[in-house]
């Protein structure tokens, strides 16, 4: 018994010192509801992984503390009011039929907010919903959002699907293809809401957003999406860069730029030449957000070597007029605590979708993430393409819609007309921010805020930094009187054998000819 | 005293040739340090991978970089992602495998049993090296059979075998295919039977050698010099066999080339710039332009393929399309010979690293013995650790002392022309293969490769030095160096 209090508070203080070791901040903890988010599986193959990671980086875009976590690794009394103001059941393979009968207790008896995701409704779920649900099958459905007037015709659905009549205040609606029948999208009632599927792009996206933002947050205001480009890296095609960004000023639309730094070979020419196109950039119109690095292998140094890169990368970037405002990362990098200390390090955060080149590694995994001050969750702006019915998209959260920067003449092309499809949408200024969002890099400090860039508590100069030649500068020989010896004694030693072995040949030679004469009978041969 | 010393000297001579003194040498030297505990062998780099799944194999705990891993899981069912993988080592393995199930386990492979296939070929090869380097057994050859062993039994080539790098193999296949064609010109000690079996010995050392992997595949050029030694001495259909045998070696090394994994060539290909031609030129981003290349790919100098922690992953589709892509081997060949300063430098580099031959970036002990991460051993090395200490670190020097061989041989060649005596002319092929591998080696090396894990490209040309300084010193020994031997001596 005795025993077992010691473990307890040990496991206490432990836990006490991990909490310690994060960094909070005060503003954005109070206000952020919590949320438990449970999945039965990923199912891989229908592409649950991409779901959940659109999941998260929603929640944090509403600023909503996530953890999350499977079905079968829940633990009773984990789920209960005083941790958790809200619970999401998240069903991404509904014929393996996975329970846990502890996480059923505690969640009928949670009284928080309930959301559930996908078929294998429970009875007392359907019962809060206050209708009886409809299997439907083999249906292909029109989804409808009358408060918009946008719509997307659905792919067609081969699956079972569990549906609700429609009714008032549902969000959304799904008409039945060459059929009479309306049923709900998402319906809140009460503390218990439903999605009969999710996904993180489209009409359904935008429609679950606002069914989470109305259900965890009790607000729903519009506002409109960032438009970002992503793919910008130090190796990015600069002319097309500065014609993308310079075409973005003609056309009036302000943007964001999500960009990769490195702090290495900083003396080449092309390392200025890429700062002074993210300058020109800033100049058109851009924001930047440092972009992080890819790690394939998480490990214990990850953190520390993140911090070097950072605090290197923005002091470049900084002197070259370069004011990053943000940190814009994969949305993994939620769930790991060196990485999210990373997003940390800025106000502002925008979470892109998962990279699928390389396996995801996390070095020190963690199953809840606490968003920072703003948020924005990337969706990429083609997939929108789909909808119909409205020229101008709104979300409920933080939303950057993506466009990856061209890399030939031809996706240039690709991309104004990208631009030219959605002529009347609008688009959310960050450098009309009236919040002060701050970006902390070692010494340096970058914060904006109306309209004027800061660097440590100065006001600094947007503008061009002076465009570096080509110049062959002189390796610097770094010669020392051991290294000079060395490199005088190789050379030394490659003559003097040389010189000897010729020596030695002639040597041979001759010495064979006095050899052989000795045997050559003098005189005339008989 | 005395007379006992002289008349324990008259029993090993008559009881123990050079060769077998040699072989009892190394298999006492090279036994201790391969195969009593702690067993050494060089760590993987993260190249096992690929020839342990393909052949069966896997880890069976957690990795531990730094450290030698002794045992390995040997799958039980069909294993359905072996990846391709072509490459004469898998003979070796396998038989290592067979031999593993035979006598010790069906679910665990204890790696020394590779080492033991290795290692028995191994002896084989230097039995036949020290009989092609000496003659008779005076006390002279017995020290010449020690220098042998010194050179070639050396640790750190012998690391190899507690292994999975291809470089075991190619140690054994180089030192088989010289000590055949050395010993087939001394053919008139030889039965008809005995020549016929040299012939095929060469034939199928070089054929596995060039096989080893895609970048050895040149050194069938080497071999074919080599074996061009043999025509004065061949009848028409021999020299029809030889010409059909030494096409089959071309085409050996040209699947060699066709079959690498593609996944390997990118990753060779990506460091053959990132560390070759970006790495030494002063303004990288210009030549990378005047090369129908953006620019900016220069800020990716200095890394390697796998890196952690790069701004844009070589693996990302753009990158390889405007990158990797966009350069060929010819891209490669005309920038270095455009650019023959950095050319110089990068085989400067090359040369430079070309005789540090014990490979210092892995560890060679297993955690299990005590020994830190990364613990170099030191058994038996001295013979490496003087030739990098001392060996001119130069790729001048490297051409000087090829050219140097080549007219030393020539001479004897010619005499050996007009006095009849294949002998020298056979040596002068062989000193001439031997020659062109040190320059083959190198340059395939450095635009392969760039400067990426130098002690293990090089490898072929570590040898061949080796190689051709014993040669150089058989024949000074022995007063061979214009004339052949007389015939019988050698018995």
């Given amino acids: ?526 | 005293m005395k007379r006992k010393v002289t008349q324990f000297g008259r029993m090993v001579q008559q009881w123990c040739s050079p060769a077998a003194f040699a072989v009892l040498l190394a298999g006492v030297a090279g036994g201790i340090l391969l195969f009593v505990p702690p067993v050494a062998g060089y760590a993987d780099n993260g190249g096992f991978a690929r020839v342990l799944a393909h052949h069966g194999l896997y880890r069976t705990g957690a990795a531990t970089p730094g450290y030698l891993t002794p045992t390995y899981g040997i799958m039980q069912y069909f294993n359905d992602n072996a990846p391709a993988f072509f490459s004469s080592q898998s003979l070796f393995v396998r038989l290592a495998i067979g031999l593993n199930r035979l006598l010790f386990s069906w679910t665990v492979f204890d790696v020394r049993f590779l080492a033991a296939v290795y290692f028995l070929c191994f002896l084989g090869a230097l039995y036949l090296a020290v009989q092609a380097l000496t003659s008779g057994r005076a006390l002279r050859q017995y020290v010449l059979a020690a220098v042998c062993t010194a050179v070639f039994a050396d640790s750190s080539g012998l690391l190899y075998f507690n292994s999975f790098y291809g470089q075991a193999v190619l140690l054994i296949t180089g030192m088989a295919a010289v000590a055949a064609l050395l010993l087939l010109g001394r053919s008139r000690d030889h039965a008809a039977w005995q020549r016929a079996g040299l012939v095929l010995l060469f034939l199928f050392s070089a054929g596995l050698l060039v096989s080893v992997n895609a970048e050895n595949s040149g050194l069938a050029l080497s071999y074919i010099v080599m074996a061009l030694g043999l025509l004065p001495r061949l009848t028409r259909a021999g020299k029809i066999v030889l010409g059909g045998a030494l096409t089959t070696l071309v085409a050996a090394g040209a699947v060699a080339i066709a079959l690498a994994s593609p996944e390997l060539a990118r990753v060779d290909h990506y460091q053959s710039m990132s560390r070759g031609v970006l790495l030494q030129d002063k303004n990288p981003g210009k030549a990378l332009k005047s090369g129908g290349i953006n620019p900016q790919f220069a800020l990716m100098r200095g890394t390697t393929y796998y890196q952690s922690g790069l701004p844009a992953s070589p693996r990302e589709s753009d990158m390889q399309r405007f990158f990797i892509q966009r350069f060929d081997d010819m891209w490669l060949l005309r920038y270095y010979v455009s650019h023959p300063v950095v050319f110089g430098r990068m085989l400067d580099l090359a040369a430079k690293d070309a005789q540090l031959t014990q490979v210092k970036s892995v560890g060679d002990y297993p955690a299990a013995s005590g020994r830190g991460k990364n613990a170099q051993t030191h058994w038996f090395t001295g013979f490496s650790t003087v030739m990098g200490t001392f060996f001119p670190a130069k790729f001048a020097f490297y051409i000087l002392l090829a050219a140097f061989f080549l007219l030393l041989y020539a001479i004897g060649a010619y005499q050996g022309l007009r006095q009849d005596q294949d002998w020298l002319v056979m040596k002068f092929a062989v000193v001439a293969g031997l020659s062109l591998t040190l320059i083959i080696g190198m340059v395939t090396a450095v635009v392969e490769n760039g400067d990426t894990n130098l002690a293990q490209h090089l490898f072929m040309v570590a040898q061949s030095t080796d190689w051709l300084l014993l040669i150089l010193l058989s024949d000074v020994a022995n007063g061979t160096l214009f004339k052949a031997r007389p015939a019988g001596v050698a018995k």
């Fill in chain 1, 1 to 526: 018994m005795k025993g077992s209090a010691g473990v307890l508070l040990l496991a206490a203080m432990l836990f006490g010192l991990w909490g310690s070791g994060r960094p909070v901040h005060a503003s954005e903890i109070s206000a952020a509801p919590r949320v438990l988010l449970v999945y039965d599986s990923e199912n891989r193959q229908a592409g649950g992984p991409e779901q959940i990671d659109a999941l998260t980086r929603t929640l944090a875009s509403l600023n909503i503390s996530v953890t999350r976590q499977t079905l079968l690794s829940y633990r009773a009394g984990t789920l209960t009011t005083r941790r958790f103001q809200g619970v999401i059941t998240m069903v991404n393979w509904p014929q393996s039929r996975v329970t846990n009968a502890a996480y059923t207790r505690d969640r009928q008896a949670f009284t928080g907010r309930q959301l559930h995701i996908g078929q294998n409704l429970a009875g007392d779920e359907q019962r809060a919903l206050g209708s009886t649900a409809q299997m439907v099958t083999h249906k292909q459905f029109q989804l409808q959002d009358p408060a918009t007037g946008a719509q997307q015709v659905l792919p067609f659905m081969a699956d079972h699907w569990l549906l609700l009549p429609a009714a008032a205040g549902n969000i959304g609606r799904l008409d039945e293809q060459g059929g009479p029948r309306q049923y709900a999208f998402g319906l809140i009632r009460g503390r218990q809401a439903y999605l009969p599927m999710y996904s993180g792009s489209g009409l359904t996206g935008l429609l679950s957003t606002r069914l989470l933002a109305q259900f965890f947050t009790g607000q729903a205001a519009a506002q409109p999406p960032v438009l970002t480009l992503t793919g910008v890296t130090p190796v990015s095609d600069l002319p097309l860069l500065r014609q993308t960004t310079g075409y973005l000023r003609d056309q009036g639309i302000p943007f964001a730029i999500s960009a990769t730094m490195t702090a290495e070979n900083s003396q080449l020419p092309e390392h200025a030449a890429y700062l002074r196109t993210l300058a020109q950039a800033q100049l058109d119109g851009g924001t930047i957000f440092w972009q992080v690095p890819v790690i394939y292998a998480a490990d214990r140094q990850t953190g520390s070597m993140l911090q070097r890169q950072f605090t290197a990368q923005i002091s470049q970037a900084v002197r070259a007029m370069v004011y990053p405002v943000g940190v814009s990362a994969p949305g993994y990098w939620q769930f790991d605590t060196a990485f999210s200390t990373a997003l940390h390090r800025a106000d502002q955060n925008l979470l892109l979708p998962n990279p699928t080149t390389y396996t995801l590694g996390r070095g020190a995994p963690t199953a809840t993430y606490a968003p920072g001050r703003r948020t924005f969750t990337a969706i990429p702006w083609r997939g929108e393409n789909t909808l119909t019915g409205t020229g101008d998209l709104t979300f409920t959260s933080p939303t950057a819609l993506t466009l990856s920067v061209p890399a030939t003449a031809k996706r240039l092309q690709s991309f104004r007309r990208q631009v030219q499809r959605w002529p009347d949408q609008t688009w959310r200024s960050l450098t009309d921010d009236t919040t002060a969002m701050t970006l902390r890099a070692g010494r340096h400090r970058v914060t904006f805020s109306a309209r004027q860039y800061q660097v440590d508590g100065q006001p600094a100069t947007v503008g061009l930094p002076a465009a570096v030649k080509a110049a062959p500068q002189k390796a610097a020989t770094v010669a020392t009187g051991v290294n000079r010896f060395t490199r005088w004694q190789g050379l030394a030693l490659l003559i003097f054998i040389l010189v000897t072995l010729f020596i030695l040949t002639g040597f041979l030679i001759y010495g064979r000819r006095i050899y052989r004469n000795q045997f050559r009978r003098k005189g005339r041969k008989p």
